[in-house]
């Protein structure tokens, strides 16, 4: 079972940028996907961007510009690169692992990113 550690969530002022880590107790290779969620107060979990091991990326229609996730194989670290960060954009984000057919999914501990001025 692999092992999720996040960093880099804070307070940005609006218009901000923000870099997230996500480690990983192995290498990303043998992960099929990694991945970034975030749920905001009252509200359900939502994608923002995944990864798959062949480097294939996904994000969601509200993210496509602003958000990226830039990965480090020697490090097994997964980015997820934040700019033009709006107020709505204030949740926990959530890094997640999917490891292939017969595992749960694993999910990191959560980080808070708030932006307000």
């Known amino acids: 079972q692999v092992q999720l550690v996040e960093s880099g969530g804070g307070l940005v002022q609006p218009g901000g940028s923000l870099t997230l880590s996500c480690a990983a107790s192995?290498?990303?290779?043998?992960?099929?996907?990694m991945g970034w969620y975030r749920q905001a107060p009252g509200k359900q979990r939502e994608l923002v961007a995944t990864v798959t091991s062949g480097g294939t990326i996904n994000y969601a229609d509200s993210m496509k510009g602003r958000f990226t996730i830039p990965r480090d194989i020697a490090k097994n670290t997964v980015y997820l690169q934040m700019k033009s960060l709006k107020p709505e954009d204030t949740a926990v984000y959530y890094c997640n692992a999917e490891q292939g057919p017969g595992w749960a999914p694993v999910w990191g501990q959560g980080t808070q990113v708030t932006v307000s001025s």
């Open positions: 192995r290498s990303i290779f043998s992960i099929n996907s």
